[in-house]
């Protein structure tokens, strides 16, 4: 009775040489597509811009939330944005026209030639319509308001993850109620000092319209 028998060795599969025709083209994205994802990453970045202000005013002001303080804040991030995307147009614009006087085939994918005149052309249309669009929402006061509502929920949910975190420190540390209750104020006191005051720092680059 043999004990062991020999394994046999699968085998090789046969691979096909590659065959660079069998490849799908990529489906070219239309403007519209285009111009659809440029509002939605120039509007995050708007939205931002407008959460971080709020952190910082929730943090230093006693004041109520009010969203007509922050039209002018949503308003110039959007142009701001709105600029940025002229100004990376007219880039767009030189390269195309240097390109056109150029033939064959580029050697790196910032080397453009004329063949890419209709593709450099098409990123030059969908930067000046992403800086039309903005500036329109820029001037529309209920775009604004919507925003700044998003802008408000997110800086919400921030401020109560640094307090929820600034609570589980103390949750570790066993305490009877008449502890908790007498550490109480120093404990509200170490937050605002230190966790608010580093929220603070965080959000204090940026948005500063």
Do not use: C
């Amino acid at each position: 009775m043999r004990w062991f028998r020999r394994r046999r060795t699968p085998a090789t599969p046969v691979m096909r040489p590659f065959n660079e025709s069998e490849l799908e083209s990529p489906v070219p994205s239309t403007l519209d597509h285009a111009l659809e994802e440029g509002l939605m990453i120039a509007e995050y970045s708007a939205r931002m811009s407008v959460k971080n202000r709020i952190v910082v005013d929730a943090i230093r002001t006693e004041s109520g939330f009010d969203t007509a303080r922050y039209l002018p804040v949503a308003a110039a991030a959007l142009r701001e944005l709105a600029d940025e995307s002229d100004a990376g147009g007219a880039r767009i614009a030189e390269e195309r026209e240097l390109a056109l006087a150029l033939d064959g085939q580029g050697e790196h994918i910032h080397d453009y030639r004329a063949i890419d005149n209709v593709n450099l052309r098409r990123r030059e249309r969908v930067a000046e319509e992403l800086a039309n669009a903005l500036r329109r929402r820029a001037d529309d006061e209920d775009a604004l308001a919507e925003l700044i509502e998003t802008a408000r929920k997110d800086a919400w949910v921030e401020i109560g993850s640094a307090i929820e975190a600034s609570l589980d420190a103390f949750s570790g540390v066993e305490a009877t109620k008449e502890d908790y209750e007498r550490e109480r104020p120093a404990r509200l006191n170490l937050f605002i000092r230190r966790d608010l005051a580093r929220l603070e720092e965080e959000h204090s680059g940026y948005g500063g319209f």
